[in-house]
T-cell receptor
Framework: EDKVVQSPLSLVVHEGDTVTLNCSYEVTNFRSLLWYKQEKKAPTFLFMLTSSGIEKKSGRLSSILDKKELFSILNITATQTGDSAVYLC???????????FGAGTRLTVKP | NAGVMQNPRHLVRRRGQEARLRCSPM?????VYWYRQLPEEGLKFMVY????????ESGMPKERFSAEFPKEGPSILRIQQVVRGDSAAYFC?????????????FGPGTRLTVL
């Protein structure tokens, strides 16, 4: 059965710290991996990764995928209190099955 | 503790028929969210419900779509007179409480195909 595991489940840091969130997966016929930032109402799309070894970057956030080892990491540098949220990882199999979500990592950034 | 359950997992309807998608939240959760996944667009918020109450339906199309979360039983997303453009994966998430940011647990989704 398809599975997505995120770690850690929760993380508390101080402003300015760098954090790394992990997502490992087991899916049939992998198509893509997506990262979301979940706060308030709906998850906000961050990155979609399809190719191994290519880093996606947006400001202080970056993510990379390792298709051989079946994992992805999401890095946040110089964290701010506004980065506090639950970060979701989801994997889209390539056999027309639907996305599988991890349980999320709850990040708390303290001033 | 079972996770969020959605059924059916796959639903095929012909144009003009009705589609009913069910979501059973995790035990102890009283808040349910419905999302639609479109290709290359990630998740799109549709509606947020509490037991017997619609909190926010700003993402719901004005016509043909409705949602409920009765006191007993699952939450239901209902699409009347389906059209081909309704074909998508519909995800439900549940949450135990309301905070500044909700921790939502997602179900496996229902893939609706309209022929």
């Amino acid at each position: 059965e398809d599975k997505v595991v995120q770690s850690p489940l929760s993380l508390v840091v101080h402003e300015g710290d760098t954090v790394t969130l992990n997502c490992s997966y087991e899916v049939t016929n992998f198509r893509s991996l997506l990262w979301y930032k979940q706060e308030k109402k709906a998850p906000t799309f961050l990155f979609m990764l399809t190719s191994s070894g290519i880093e996606k970057k947006s400001g202080r956030l970056s993510s990379i995928l390792d298709k051989k080892e079946l994992f992805s990491i999401l890095n946040i540098t110089a964290t701010q209190t506004g980065d506090s949220a639950v970060y979701l990882c989801a994997v889209e199999p390539g056999n027309n099955n639907d996305m599988r979500f991890g349980a999320g990592t709850r990040l708390t950034v303290k001033p | 503790n079972a996770g969020v359950m959605q059924n059916p997992r796959h639903l095929v309807r012909r144009r003009g028929q009705e589609a009913r998608l069910r979501c059973s939240p995790m035990k102890g959760h009283s808040h349910v969210y419905w999302y639609r996944q479109l290709p290359e667009e990630g998740l799109k918020f549709m509606v947020y419900l509490q037991k017997e109450n619609i909190i926010d339906e700003s993402g719901m199309p004005k016509e043909r779509f409705s949602a409920e979360f009765p006191k007993e039983g699952p939450s239901i997303l209902r699409i009347q007179q389906v059209v081909r453009g309704d074909s998508a994966a519909y995800f439900c998430a549940s949450s135990p409480y309301q905070e500044d940011y909700n921790e939502q647990f997602f179900g496996p989704g229902t893939r609706l195909t309209v022929l």
